[in-house]
């Protein structure tokens, strides 16, 4: 099989062992999808740091059958996907240095392109903080905005749900395949989203909602928005991987101030302790977008180097490193090693407790 189109694509997104950036970098090496699987074994030598097992993979060819599946199962349910290098992707998404290559979605494309801000917060959200994330939410499409959220209970769900009762477009990023509209519970709300905007991901259609996938879809609720609110995060909360995110790219973070006595709340009160813009009204938010003086530099606490217990090639790996889910092939494109030689000292950096790993070959700072 020579596959052409999005076809192309999905067999590649498919071959184990090939993430994100290796996926872009074979794209961009040999011009198009449709060029990687043209290409002649020895051509993938050219490559540097491509592992032997994809080398391998890529000289079998796609899997046929489980690439037409992918299709008839796009095709089923109504859904499209957009390259990195159609003239369709969202310009902001492009300027994150970690774009998903695919975007798999339902509903109108042409959103993604909005002007638009990112609502996240607690799934176990206070009536205090549905409440706020409504009425933010709701203001902001009065004001021409679309509202980006992940679609999870509690906040996500509240802020989706005001934006469409008041009329505008929302979009929800899912950590989960196009068609497992995640939670269950939520099921009627994917509609209503894809009928009012976009529900969107990066994940293969057929891949279950895993814990690992969430941290790294956050990344492009912050990359598709101009600004990211936070509402109710404790300290522990994936809101604040978002607002991490939102940092690493550039992008206006801002949080809503909560009761003293409540742990949801402390998450968002150390954002704005570190410079992050205090919300408590709609207003807030547009003059924050409008004089972008609240992009701070950082907001993650200093993490314990133990400089005497690491290696020069340990210290690279630690520095490039961040608090969410990154891929293998990722973290070792960017510090310059063969993936064999990450492997090995991120076992070592996890036996000394710097490292997390995670299902999939994805490890992130613990």
């Not at 062992?17 to 970098?25: A, D, N, Q, S, Y």
């Not at 290409?39 to 032997?52: D, G, M, V």
């Not at 494109?333 to 710097?354: A, F, H, T, W």
């Amino acid at each position: 099989m020579k596959p052409g189109g999005l076809a192309a694509w999905i067999a590649l997104q498919m071959v184990p062992g090939i993430g994100r950036v290796t996926l872009e970098r074979l794209i961009r090496h040999f011009g198009s999808a449709e060029g990687v699987w043209k290409a002649r074994p020895n051509e993938f030598l050219r490559i540097s740091k491509l592992s032997p097992r994809v080398q391998e993979a890529l000289a079998r060819g796609p899997d046929e059958q489980a690439v037409r599946r992918v299709i008839n199962l796009i095709d089923e349910i109504g859904a499209w996907a957009i390259t990195f290098m159609d003239k369709d992707y969202p310009p902001l998404l492009s300027e994150i240095t970690n774009p998903p290559p695919l975007i798999y979605g339902i509903g109108d494309p042409t959103c993604l392109k909005d002007r638009s801000v990112a609502i996240v917060g607690s799934r176990m959200a206070s009536s205090y903080g549905i409440s706020v994330a409504r009425e933010l939410s709701s203001g902001l499409v009065q004001q021409g905005y679309t509202v980006i959220s992940g679609m999870a209970i509690g906040i996500d769900s509240a802020s989706h749900e005001a934006a469409v009762s008041s009329g505008g477009t929302t979009i929800a990023v899912m950590g989960c395949g196009i068609d497992r509209p995640y939670p269950r519970q939520n099921i009627g709300l994917f509609h209503r989203i894809a009928e009012h905007g976009a529900v969107i991901t990066e994940f293969l259609p057929g891949t279950p909602p895993e814990p690992q996938n969430f941290p790294i879809r956050n990344r492009i609720i912050s990359g598709l928005s101009q600004g990211v609110v936070v509402v109710e995060a404790s300290m522990k909360s994936g809101s604040l991987i978002t607002a991490s995110c939102a940092l690493e790219q550039g992008r206006d973070l801002m949080a809503v101030p909560g009761s003293i006595y409540s742990y949801r709340s402390r998450g968002s009160h150390w954002l704005i302790k570190q410079g992050a813009q205090l919300v408590d009204s709609v207003s807030d938010i547009i003059d924050g977008l409008a004089t972008g003086i609240h992009r701070i530099t950082e907001i993650r606490p200093s993490i314990p180097k133990k400089e005497s217990q690491l290696s020069p090639e340990e210290q690279k790996i630690l520095e490039k490193l961040e608090p969410y889910p990154q891929h293998i092939d990722e973290i070792a494109y960017r510090c310059g090693y063969p993936i064999n030689k990450v492997s090995g000292l991120l076992v070592q950096m996890e036996l000394k407790d710097l490292v997390q790993a995670l299902p999939g070959q994805i490890y992130q700072l613990k």
